[in-house]
């Protein structure tokens, strides 16, 4: 599949793991097969715009979110690979990450 089918199945796993959700819950709220989840998130299926909002509704994220930043950066990307990972995570925790990267760096300058 194509490379953007991948980043978004990527990033609904990260999101879905993220709020403690099974593919199977996940596929209930959304109104969506379990199977076909598992697809996306695989970046085997070229979801439609239709599941992917429901996919994302059931998550509680807005298709903005989902698809942030998409096409911004080079496939690959460190930062990007940053930037999903961190998004993917409870504000609390994003700024629990950000807090020790600012350590990280202060203690690279010294």
Same mark, same amino acid.
């Given at each position: ?19 403690? @959700? ?12 379990? #199977? $076909? ?19 994302? +509704?059931?998550?509680?994220?807005? @298709? ?8 911004? +950066?080079? #496939?690959?990307?460190?930062? @990007?690979?940053? $930037? ?8 609390? !925790?994003?700024?629990?990450? $950000?807090?020790?990267?600012?350590? @990280? !760096?202060? $203690?690279?300058?010294?």
């Amino acid at each position: 599949m194509s490379e953007i089918s991948k980043i978004i199945g990527q990033r609904v796993r990260n999101y879905r793991t993220s709020k403690g @959700l099974s593919q199977e819950k996940l596929a209930e709220l959304s109104g969506c097969h379990p #199977t $076909y989840i598992g697809q996306v998130e695989r970046g085997e299926k070229n979801a439609t715009l239709e599941s992917i909002e429901k996919i994302s +509704s059931a998550m509680g994220i807005s @298709l903005s979110q989902l698809f942030e930043k998409l096409g911004e +950066s080079e #496939t690959g990307s460190i930062p @990007l690979k940053c $930037y999903e990972l961190i998004a993917s995570k409870s504000k609390p !925790d994003q700024e629990q990450i $950000y807090k020790i990267l600012v350590e @990280l !760096d202060k $203690y690279k300058n010294i």
